[in-house]
């Protein structure tokens, strides 16, 4: 049950249950490898638990792919690439990822509901995000599989051949989509891992990828840890890695395939700024704040984790964010009054409360919100540090967690820099009424994505990646298609 205690005023914010069904959904106790769109046994025999995250509870067990196991998925695929795909007519392969759409929209409350429990986001966003997200996504990719001429005019160009393509647990079936869907409409086949703690849903893509009777060997999804993943990169037939996830491992990657001609787009971590001016509109501003670090349990790589608010207003933004922040509503992602779910896996709680414990230690002063704390799983209060240097850990190092850190500006110049100083560069957020200072402040900031009077808004027309080390390449629109195609001028 969602808990939710009086805010300081006194005011009752608690709310009557309202779970979502979970009779319509299948989860099976066992999952294989979905390879030549057959349920494959791993050659490794072995299998890990998938859990849910708000109450531990196992939900599946998971094939681990090995070296053996990726080897076969990379031969469909080429396979599938040489013999069918690469025959496809542009016309036939748009309508393949249109029908693809189109179920998963059919299926979207099951989708839905098992990404609540397999991720521990709350339903209202899978619901209402990512799930008709990762629909859009195959819908706008469809629409350009047989428009390439036109995306790119002038440009003699062909597919890649085999994409790998890896993929992290905080937005899985989002994720699945914006890799799958460009591979396919530019005419290419895909090896593509989900991450450990949430394979779930990227399984259920599977079988709707076998209903849609897209050839065999065309997407291949295979299960398994960071070794899986480090056999697809390492794997010789592979021709392009599209990796999201940690800086540390693209940085492994990058690695890997330095002089193997394999091409890469890397979609890494991020520390974004979120900068509050004077006149912004104060309360959408707050509204802002905690949709940019607190949605999604701030497991968003392009979370609003540093605030930047101009001096004069401060205290006010503050005052009003601590007000917000014990209405929000932590606990069972299923129900649908719940703002903020479980925290993905023991491990990343692990991280964060370190962080945390790191923050006050380095003399930043703490907030956490008010809401009790289910018995069960892992949930960490939403939490922000006032009083943090430029310098100090929580405002430099990505936490991914709902842990905001807060700075003051008195200039515009001050506010560039400070947010420049990052070695991140994924997103950033800017509050104004003033479009002037929005444009100054967007020609300025060293950030792939900058969002103006809005924080965390997403669209499959357009492109998404970072500076710095969060990565290269673009993900969305023409940018992320053309990542799939080779140019031959
Ligand atoms: P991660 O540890 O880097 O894992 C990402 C994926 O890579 C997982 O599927 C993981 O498998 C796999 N992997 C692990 N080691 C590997 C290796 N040596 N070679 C190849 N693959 C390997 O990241 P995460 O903790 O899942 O995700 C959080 C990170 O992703 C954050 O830093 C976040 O900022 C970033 N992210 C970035 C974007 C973006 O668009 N820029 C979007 C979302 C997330 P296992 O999970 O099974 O180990
Ligand atoms: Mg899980």
Request: charged letters at 20%.
């Amino acid at each position: 049950m969602a808990k939710k205690k009086p805010g300081k005023e006194g005011v009752n914010w608690d709310y009557s249950p309202s779970l979502e069904s979970t009779s319509h959904i299948t989860i099976l106790p066992k999952y294989e490898l979905f390879i030549n769109n057959e349920w494959v046994k791993p050659s490794s025999k072995k299998y890990f638990k998938t859990t849910n995250p708000a109450n531990e509870d196992v939900l599946s067990e998971i094939a681990w792919a090995n070296d053996y196991d990726v080897d076969l998925a990379v031969k469909a695929a080429r396979n599938a690439y040489n013999d069918v795909w690469s025959k496809t007519t542009p016309k036939e392969r748009s309508k393949y990822i249109y029908r693809i759409a189109r179920l998963m929209q059919e299926h979207a409350r099951e989708l839905s509901v098992i990404e609540t429990l397999d991720a521990g986001k709350p339903i209202r966003e899978s619901r209402d995000i990512d799930v008709p997200l990762a629909c859009n996504h195959f819908f706008y990719y469809a629409g350009w599989a047989d428009k390439l001429e036109y995306a790119f005019p002038n440009q003699p160009m062909e597919a890649l051949g085999v994409a790998g393509q890896i993929i992290p647990w905080n937005f899985p079936l989002l994720m699945a989509a914006w890799k799958i869907a460009p591979a396919l409409a530019a005419g290419n086949c895909v090896v593509l891992k989900p991450a450990e703690t949430t394979s779930l849903t990227a399984l259920k893509l599977a079988e709707i990828i076998k209903a849609s009777g897209l050839p065999p060997g065309v997407v291949n999804i295979i299960t398994g840890h960071g070794d899986t993943g480090a056999a697809i990169v390492n794997h010789p037939d592979i021709n392009k890695i599209a990796f999201t996830g940690s800086t540390n491992v693209g940085k492994i990657i990058q690695r890997a395939i330095a002089g193997t001609g394999k091409k890469a787009t890397l979609e890494l971590g991020g520390k974004s700024a979120n900068i509050i001016f004077d006149d912004a509109p104060i309360d959408q501003a707050v509204e802002g704040i905690v949709n940019g670090i607190f949605f999604n349990q701030g497991h968003v790589c392009c979370a609003g984790s540093r605030l930047f608010v101009q001096e004069n207003i401060a205290e006010l933004v503050i005052r009003k964010l601590k007000h917000r922040m014990d209405s929000l509503y932590l606990g069972n992602p299923l129900d649908k009054n719940t703002d903020i779910g479980a925290i993905n896996s023991k491990e990343q709680l692990e991280t964060i409360e370190k962080y945390i414990k790191i923050g006050i230690s380095e003399g930043a002063e703490i907030y956490q919100s008010t809401c009790e704390l289910p018995g069960k799983g892992y949930f960490c209060r939403p939490t922000i540090f006032t009083n943090v240097a430029q310098s100090s850990r929580i405002s430099q190092e990505e936490i991914f967690g709902p842990v905001l850190s807060i700075q003051t500006f008195r200039t515009v110049d001050e506010v560039i820099q400070k947010a420049n100083n990052s070695p991140y560069g994924l997103a950033a957020g800017v509050w104004t009424d003033k479009g002037s200072r929005i444009f100054n402040l967007t020609s300025k900031l060293r950030a792939g994505v900058i969002w103006a009077n809005t924080y965390n808004k997403f669209d499959p027309t357009s492109p998404f990646g970072g500076y710095k080390e969060s990565g290269f390449g673009r993900e969305g629109g023409l940018h992320g298609l053309g990542a799939y195609l080779k140019m031959k001028l």
